[in-house]
């Protein structure tokens, strides 16, 4: 499997941007999520992304308008002001734990673990994440090792022992496993 697959490419994002699409793209499919960033985005003509500053001053109303639930509007100024009073600071991360990070970001409305977990790995491009929540992380554990059922986490976390540093890498493959190999994704 890993002979056949290119090795993943990681691309750098900002952090605010990161999280705001992170927040859009929850439990949509990829389309609709697509659509809603793009109309999103475009609330902000004079900016390629919105600083927290903007997305703060933003009304629901008008996020409503690029197909923004209300719920998540609030969690995009949520995330906006935590930006802004200095609780979520980006330029700490590289001296903070993968847990310290998480917890910060747990703290934004809307941002749950599995959030945390994405973000950890595609924006920080952290290298030693095991997605415990994420169901296609399960499903290809439970192929890769022959298991009649999904993994729990504790499973999952036993299972992983051998690829740490790296659980990150070793996601990526697991996904692959699941979703189907030779595919172009980036990360």
């Known amino acids: 499997m890993i002979a056949r697959n290119p090795i993943p490419k990681f691309t750098k994002r900002d952090s605010f941007e990161a999280l705001v699409s992170a927040i859009i793209y929850q439990q949509l499919?990829?389309?609709?999520?697509?659509?809603?960033?793009?109309?999103?985005?475009?609330?902000?003509?004079?900016?390629?992304?919105?600083?927290?500053?903007?997305?703060?001053?933003?009304?629901?109303?008008?996020?409503?308008?690029?197909?923004?639930s209300g719920q998540k509007a609030k969690y995009l100024r949520d995330l906006?002001?935590?930006?802004?009073?200095?609780?979520?600071?980006?330029?700490?991360?590289?001296?903070?734990?993968?847990?310290?990070?998480?917890?910060?970001?747990?703290?934004?409305k809307g941002i749950g673990r599995w959030t945390a977990d994405m973000f950890l790995m595609f924006t920080l491009h952290r290298p030693d994440v095991l997605p415990t929540g994420d169901l296609g992380i399960a499903k290809g554990i439970a192929r890769v090792f022959g298991l009649k059922k999904l993994p729990n986490p504790a499973q999952m976390e036993r299972i992983a022992t051998s690829w740490r540093p790296y659980a990150t890498v070793a996601s990526w493959y697991l996904w692959r496993a699941v979703d189907g190999e030779g595919e172009d994704q980036q990360w």
């Open 29 to 68: 499919s990829g389309k609709a999520a697509g659509t809603i960033l793009k109309r999103f985005l475009e609330l902000y003509p004079n900016t390629k992304h919105p600083t927290p500053a903007q997305v703060a001053k933003t009304a629901d109303a008008k996020m409503r308008t690029a197909g923004v």
């Open 80 to 108: 906006a002001e935590k930006f802004l009073d200095g609780i979520i600071e980006p330029k700490k991360f590289g001296k903070m734990s993968d847990e310290e990070i998480r917890e910060h970001l747990i703290a934004v």
